[in-house]
Every structure is written in C-alpha cells, then in structure tokens.
C-alpha cells in the first residue's frame, strides 16, 4: 500500500509531494524521482493527535506528513490506532473502564481470597515448614524459654484442653521470648507460640481462649492464605498495570482485609470452641483487652517487632459480637 503525502528534507521549508511503501522491515520513500530505501527500526511514526496531519521522521531530519490516517496505521500498525480508535468510542472506554473495575472488585472480594483458599491446602508440608523456620529466624525466636512453675502449669492445662478439643489436631505450643511482650500468634506450619508474659498477664481461661483463637488461625490456615493472597494480587498486578507501585498498595490492600475477615474467622471459631467446654466467649474480649493495655505501656522501646496488638487490635466491634455471643 502506498500512502501519499509530502516531505520537508529539513534544509529548507519547502514541502515536496513524496509517497512511502513498506516492504517488511524496509520502508521506502520516494521523492523527485527517486527512491530511498530506510530500515524500519530508523524510522520514528510519530503517535495520532486528532485529525492534524500525521508525522513519520526520516534519518537527516527528513519529515513526511500524509493526512491518510487508517493507511498509515495499517501499513505501520499496532497499538496507536487501537488507542485512537477507543479514543473516539466513549462507549467503548465506559465499558472497558467498567469491565476493569468490576473484576477488581471481584478479584479482591472473591476471585484472590477462594483461589488462596484453594492454594494453601496444596502446598506441601515439606515447603511450610520451610517458611516457618525462616519466620522463626527472622523473629529470632530461638529455643523454647523455661517458664516459671506455674506459668509452665498454665501452659501445660492450656494445652491439654485444646488437645482434648481437637483430638486427631496436633497442639503444639512453645513458650518464647519476644522482648518481654505479652505475646501468641501461630506459624503457618501450625505450631504455635505464647510468650511468659503473656501466661502470667492472663488468667488460665483468658489464655487459653486467646490460644483457642490462635488455634483458629492455625486452622483455616490464615498466615499462608494471606502469602498466597499477596502472591496472586502481585501477579495479577504484573500483567495488568506491570506491577510498580502498584504492587506495594494492592499488597497492603490484600493484606487489610485478610486481617480483618481471618481475626473474624478465628474470634467465631474460638468463641464456638469455647462453648462447647463451657466458656464464655467475652473471655477472648478480656484476654485481648489485657495485652492492649500491658502492650501499649511497653510500646515505647519494643523495637520492630510485631506486636500481638498490631496484628490482633481490639475494635469496639470486635469487643461487642464476641460479648453478643455468650
Ligand atoms: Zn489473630
């Protein structure tokens, strides 16, 4: 296809008719009689604005300006014309914009949290532990601490309890150390971790619904839900807006409402236990309570660490549905 139009050489002002044809990656000009051939990858197509004559730059400042759009974007293709095109069909971008917004919504209500549901029961338990053990690491929670007597009493009737609630379940808990804080929270392998502290802040009932909580956790498999959650939601990001910043924000966006709705799941699920054995549930509302406030007495000083107040804060609503369930 040969498309007309004219060519200013860059010497002087005057525009002379031209003509260009494309022969693969070669692009050949033609002007006073002659014929030049360039390689395409020299020559710049320059993007549409509206219905103003469009412009292709030669090597040597050569200009070539031809009002026959759709020809230009036949013969040099690709996605300006795609954008024109969606430019000049409102329609066509409301739709798309609408389409776009849609599946992010669902992607984070719905699509992420069942496809990171299905994901965590397939990986293997070779590949959590090694997770766990990085985490144990990291944390640097190093061997298991001697509790004072009747603190190591209060773990172990707290374990026995849970063992005697979850029999076939492997109840594993280790008294650790973390910079003197009231503190429990689960790894991903399961195991779970109480700080003495803790034990001596809260009465055997408080911790072990504290831990029945943690339980929860342990059992919907929350920490590795939200690692495969932030891992699809980075992926999705890569191929839709290439990642970025983007990736930070939806990450965090991600990992927001996974602790919400997984704190729900393990409340609901310890204040079910609890009932069972005859408890209350307004026992995980005191238990929180406690460690909020010795939490944020120590606050200043406690360093980096994860705080069990920064992954687990007491909202009012939390307070009240688990003081509506007794
Ligand atoms: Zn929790």
Not at 181 to 206: H, K, R, W, Y
Not at 265 to 279: N, P, Q, R, T, V
Request: charged content about 20%; some cysteine.
């Amino acid at each position: 296809m040969r498309i007309n139009g004219l060519l200013f050489d860059g010497q002087n002002s005057r525009a002379r008719p031209a003509a260009l044809y494309r022969l693969g990656e070669q692009v050949i000009l033609e002007y006073d009689g002659q014929s030049r051939t360039f390689e395409r990858k020299d020559v710049n197509v320059l993007s549409r604005l509206g219905s103003a004559p469009r412009a292709i730059e030669f090597p040597g400042m050569m200009r070539f300006e031809s009002s026959s759009h759709d020809e230009i974007d036949q013969v040099f293709g690709g996605l300006s014309s795609f954008i024109h095109k969606l430019e000049n069909n409102t329609q066509l971008v409301v739709i798309s914009v609408v389409t776009f917004v849609a599946f992010c919504v669902a992607s984070y209500l719905w699509i992420i949290p069942a496809t990171s549901r299905f994901v965590v029961h397939k990986i293997p338990q070779s590949y959590i532990d090694k997770i766990a053990q990085k985490m144990e690491g990291e944390w640097g929670l190093g061997e298991s601490v001697t509790l004072a007597a009747e603190n190591q009493d209060k773990l172990e009737t707290i374990t026995s309890r849970l063992t005697h609630s979850f029999p076939g379940q492997q109840v594993r808990i280790r008294p650790v150390e973390m910079d003197g804080m009231a503190n429990a929270f689960a790894l991903p392998d399961g195991s779970m971790m109480v700080t003495q502290p803790l034990l001596e802040l809260l009465s055997t009932d408080q911790a072990l619904a504290v831990m029945m909580h943690e339980m929860g956790h342990v059992t919907y498999r929350h920490g590795l839900q939200a690692m495969a959650g932030q891992m699809i939601i980075s992926v999705l990001l890569f191929f839709t807006v290439g990642g970025g910043d983007f990736t930070a924000i939806g990450q965090n966006l991600v990992g927001l409402s996974y602790s919400r709705r997984h704190e729900r799941e393990a409340d609901l699920f310890a204040a079910k236990h609890l009932k069972e054995i005859g408890l209350k549930p307004s026992l995980l509302a005191d238990g929180l309570k406690r460690i909020e406030k010795s939490v944020s007495r120590r606050r200043e000083g406690a360093g980096g660490l994860p705080t069990f107040m920064s992954s687990h804060p007491l909202t009012e609503e939390r307070a009240k549905y688990l003081k509506e369930l007794d």
